[in-house]
């Protein structure tokens, strides 16, 4: 009997978790300001800290952009809340199904969608970048698009996890920075794979620390 009534609950503590998450997007889409700079005219991967992953509220049109969100139970809330805002999901991780998640994610790319990538999610190590958006652009051709965020903002809370995830909440003003497309050669080898984590993740660092020092001025464009 208490084998039976163990997948129940976790299904009723998943719902309602969803159901307050969904509440909390609703409500947070019309308190959140995102003020985007050099938000991209073209096709794009989205290259972004698992703690920014708050940031695909501001994706302009989410009719054509699906993002990368973990198989674990975690994910499976936050995808089926994204939906509330038409944000659509790819399913897999590292560990889980991220052949499959890469595969999908190539033939949305192929289909004329754009995509957004957590690239050092979901555990890391924080600030890494790992090299499954850099094969995923190889092979799609389309150019990774690196993104900083950043708020000073009460309400831009940042909470004790191992990415210190940020998300707004109440009324926020925020500035995303956009880079400049990075295309990735088709043939690499290992070495060169690993040379080009390192060209994303420098530029996504360069991107972060002008934001922050340039808050403001960025805010008044």
Same mark, same amino acid.
């Given at each position: 009997?208490?084998?039976?009534?163990?997948?129940? #609950?976790?299904?009723?503590?998943?719902? $309602? &978790?969803? @159901?307050?998450? +969904? !509440?909390?997007?609703?409500?947070?889409?019309?308190?959140?300001?995102?003020?985007?700079?050099?938000?991209?005219?073209?096709?794009?991967?989205?290259?972004?800290?698992?703690?920014?992953?708050?940031?695909?509220?501001?994706?302009?049109?989410?009719?054509?952009?699906?993002?990368?969100?973990?198989?674990?139970?975690?994910?499976?809330?936050?995808?089926?809340?994204?939906?509330?805002?038409?944000?659509?999901?790819?399913?897999?991780?590292? #560990?889980?199904?991220?052949?499959?998640? $890469? &595969?999908? @994610?190539?033939? +949305? !790319?192929?289909?004329?969608?754009?995509?957004?990538?957590?690239?050092?999610?979901?555990?890391?190590?924080?600030?890494?970048?790992?090299?499954?958006?850099?094969?995923?652009?190889?092979?799609?051709?389309?150019?990774?698009?690196?993104?900083?965020?950043?708020?000073?903002?009460?309400?831009?809370?940042?909470?004790?996890?191992?990415?210190?995830?940020?998300?707004?909440?109440?009324?926020?003003?925020?500035?995303?920075?956009?880079?400049?497309?990075?295309?990735?050669?088709?043939?690499?080898?290992?070495?060169?794979?690993?040379?080009?984590?390192?060209?994303?993740?420098?530029?996504?660092?360069?991107?972060?620390?002008?934001?922050?020092?340039?808050?403001?001025?960025?805010?008044?464009?």
């Amino acid at each position: 009997m208490q084998q039976l009534q163990k997948p129940f #609950k976790v299904k009723f503590q998943l719902w $309602s &978790l969803t @159901l307050l998450l +969904k !509440l909390f997007f609703l409500t947070e889409q019309y308190l959140l300001k995102i003020k985007h700079i050099n938000y991209p005219k073209e096709q794009f991967i989205f290259s972004m800290w698992h703690c920014h992953q708050c940031l695909v509220y501001g994706v302009k049109d989410k009719s054509t952009f699906y993002a990368l969100i973990s198989a674990s139970n975690d994910g499976e809330i936050i995808a089926k809340a994204a939906e509330c805002l038409n944000i659509k999901s790819v399913r897999g991780s590292t #560990k889980r199904r991220g052949v499959a998640a $890469s &595969l999908e @994610l190539i033939e +949305k !790319l192929k289909e004329g969608n754009s995509v957004g990538i957590m690239v050092d999610g979901p555990r890391g190590p924080r600030g890494k970048v790992k090299d499954g958006i850099i094969n995923i652009a190889k092979i799609s051709r389309v150019p990774i698009v690196p993104v900083a965020w950043h708020s000073k903002d009460k309400t831009f809370f940042k909470f004790n996890t191992w990415d210190n995830f940020i998300a707004p909440f109440g009324p926020c003003k925020t500035v995303a920075l956009y880079g400049s497309p990075i295309y990735i050669p088709e043939e690499l080898t290992k070495e060169e794979t690993q040379q080009w984590c390192q060209k994303v993740e420098d530029e996504m660092n360069r991107l972060q620390k002008d934001l922050e020092e340039n808050y403001e001025s960025y805010l008044k464009q």
